[in-house]
């Protein structure tokens, strides 16, 4: 995948979003518990990242970690989903595909209710640590199984942690995906046009206006701070798109992490934040975008 420094340049195309928004809004939540590194998975590490860095030595089960991440799913959804439900918004859920096999009925009641499930790699790993394209494949083949199976829905779109492998685009083309989310470069959709059976649309996701940022020390440490940022994102984005550029913001949530009460209150204030600019703003699924740009991008 040939790395590409200017992109649009100088010379963005104006995407007319839906009731003439200035703006797209993607609110992406990330369906990962269960899907962690952990011993008591069968892999061989456990998982670093979470409210505090791991101490449990390498080779041992962690517990803590486990219920870390299983309040996400325990807890924290129903959260999401009762939000969504009273805003009248619609989400993509990156979903993991273990995750998905060990608690199918949650992910079901997500796409039920009208959000859509993408893929998010078998567990939660970067694609880049896949040593063969056929591992890589089989791995792409058995998360959108396992979310099929559960939801009903087969995947369109994929995200996977951190880095994709040199094959991973590819492998979506071959598998019929509408849309690719690897890619941090734009605030436009664009197209990969020399992927091997393409070309690949690609719907840039973003990790700066995400609630990781929470579990990083140089991140969010109340809600209302995510809140003023989402905020500042969409006005400068709006006033862009009022001068004739529309573009697309992205907003990553985690069960595990805003799903937790006090962070919640950010999810909240972002919801409030859209709801105050309404008519502005087209709050979409991703597959409805990428449906959306595929007929009107150059």
């Known amino acids: 995948m040939r790395r590409d420094l200017v992109g649009y340049g100088l010379n ?95 992910a079901a009641e997500c796409t039920r209710r009208g959000h859509e499930a993408a893929n998010h790699g078998w567990v939660w790993r970067p694609n880049a640590d896949y040593t063969s394209r056929e591992e890589e494949a089989a791995a792409l083949l058995r998360a959108a199984a396992a979310i099929r199976a559960a939801t009903g829905e087969q995947p369109v779109g994929f995200f996977c942690r951190g880095s994709p492998s040199p094959w991973t685009r590819e492998l979506l083309a071959e598998q019929g995906y509408l849309y690719d989310s690897n890619a941090f470069d734009d605030d436009l959709p664009y197209w990969d046009r020399e992927v091997t059976g393409g070309p690949m649309l690609v719907l840039p996701y973003a990790l700066d206006c995400n609630d990781m940022k929470f579990f990083h020390p140089n991140g969010f440490v109340l809600p209302e701070q995510f809140v003023a940022y989402a905020e500042a994102a969409l006005d400068q984005l709006i006033a862009e798109g009022e001068r004739g550029v529309p573009k697309l913001l992205n907003i990553g949530l985690h069960l595990r992490i805003c799903g937790r009460p006090a962070r919640f209150r950010a999810v909240e204030g972002i919801l409030q934040a859209l709801e105050r600019r309404k008519g502005k703003v087209w709050v979409a699924r991703r597959r409805d975008i990428a449906e959306w740009v595929r007929g009107r991008l150059p």
């Open 12 to 106: 963005p195309p104006c995407l007319d979003w839906p009731g003439g928004a200035a703006v797209a809004v993607s609110l992406v939540v990330n369906y990962e518990e269960g899907a962690e590194m952990a011993i008591e998975a069968g892999d061989p590490e456990n998982e670093r990242i979470g409210e505090v860095i791991s101490v449990v030595p390498p080779g041992r089960r962690d517990y803590g970690q486990e219920a870390i991440f299983s309040y996400g799913t325990r807890a924290g959804l129903g959260r999401f989903l009762e939000a969504f439900d009273r805003y009248g918004v619609k989400a993509s859920f990156f979903m993991c595909g273990r995750a998905v096999e060990r608690s199918p009925a949650l």
